[in-house]
């Protein structure tokens, strides 16, 4: 049996990791990470409960071939539970391929710092136990080792994921600062409009009333003693 642990402290609030860690696969990072699928989700006492199916392609040498077989994905059992109350994630990890001869059990938690609210702590620790093959623990220290490399790239995509949504976020304020100048201008231009159109019918009504009262007054008022004929 190999035990493997380590711990990690992100720069980010506690919010912002586990959002990231949601959606942490795929990406160009870990590309060995082929995706994930949702087998159950529920909230129970407000705490959110997931069980996925991971897809994944472990690089074993080729001498190994004959031992564990010719399998290109490999699949994981992963059960999470998310507190949001707490600020707590925990995900455990089981493999599903080669079970019979291989078990790695990992458990990987996000907490806030306990010294600085606004960074996170990973912990991470893997139990890594092989069966009934040759040079067992020569292969344990071998899955150990891809475990603490794909640990590292595993921080590294963390990171990768949080800058994309912070672009994300960026661009979409920026979509909704262009679309509320446009729709301020397209008002703005609709008001002028209506200003202008309004104006000139009042323009129109008016010159209307005063063409009319001078047909009035004319047909009204008497004629001069100039301008009647004379008998």
């Known amino acids: 049996m190999k035990v493997w642990m380590s711990e990690h402290i992100f720069n980010h609030p506690w919010e912002t990791v586990a959002s990231a860690a949601w959606r942490k696969y795929p990406n160009p990072i870990t590309p060995s990470v082929l995706g994930t699928d949702v087998i159950d989700r529920k909230v129970v006492n407000g705490v959110l409960h997931t069980h996925r199916l991971v897809s994944s392609q472990w690089g074993f040498p080729r001498w190994t071939k004959p031992l564990l077989g010719d399998t290109n994905i490999c699949y994981a059992s992963e059960r999470s539970e998310v507190d949001p109350g707490n600020r707590q994630m925990v995900l455990k990890t089981k493999n ?136």
């Open 96 to 231: 599903l391929t080669f079970y019979n001869y291989i078990t790695v059990d990992e458990t990987v938690t996000y907490t806030p710092h306990p010294q600085d609210d606004n960074k996170t702590l990973l912990t991470q620790e893997a139990v890594v136990k092989v069966y009934g093959v040759p040079l067992t623990h020569y292969m344990e220290d071998l899955l150990a080792s891809n475990i603490s490399f794909n640990a590292g790239k595993g921080r590294q995509a963390i990171e990768w994921v949080i800058d994309k949504i912070d672009t994300e976020v960026k661009d979409l304020a920026n979509t909704a600062a262009k679309t509320t100048d446009e729709l301020f201008t397209t008002t703005r231009r609709q008001i002028d409009d209506l200003t202008t159109i309004t104006k000139r019918s009042m323009d129109e009504i008016q010159n209307a009333a005063k063409k009319s009262f001078e047909e009035v007054h004319n047909l009204t008022t008497p004629p001069s003693s100039s301008s009647m004929p004379k008998l």
